[in-house]
């Protein structure tokens, strides 16, 4: 799974002659691989792993961690929540962002967002 999010930040300043306005806008692209069958329960091991980069084109200084649990199972029934393995849920117009199972502050924070503009899920099918 990965996300997208673009965030516009702007800056006013005030000029004698006429209003400036500086517009930027960031991407910013994270993602979970999750090894395991997609169903209601979750296995935790060593092979899944979060990733982030900083941009598009981003693939020299891409981010990653490995999980850092093995053989715990995390049951998905039980929540009113689209998961898309154990970092991002989504409910309601929230993304819930965990990355406790990481123990890593470096890919990604604990936070609370608004879903993201673009959500894409890949399944990888080895022959």
Not at 16 to 33: H, N
Not at 57 to 78: E, L
């Amino acid at each position: 799974m990965s996300l997208t999010s673009r965030n516009a930040q702007s800056t006013n300043w005030d000029n004698p002659g006429s209003q400036k306005t500086l517009s930027q806008i960031s991407t910013k692209i994270y993602g979970e691989y999750y090894s395991g069958k997609i169903d209601s329960v979750w296995k935790a091991t060593t092979e899944n792993f979060i990733f982030s980069f900083a941009n598009d084109n981003d693939t020299k200084d891409m981010k990653i961690c490995r999980m850092n649990y093995h053989d715990v199972t995390y049951n998905t029934s039980n929540y009113k929540k689209l998961c898309f393995g154990f970092a991002f849920k989504i409910s309601r117009q929230h993304l819930y962002i965990n990355n406790s199972y990481y123990n890593d502050d470096n890919v990604l924070k604990r936070m609370l967002m608004p879903v993201p503009e673009e959500i894409e899920v890949f399944e990888i099918i080895s022959s």
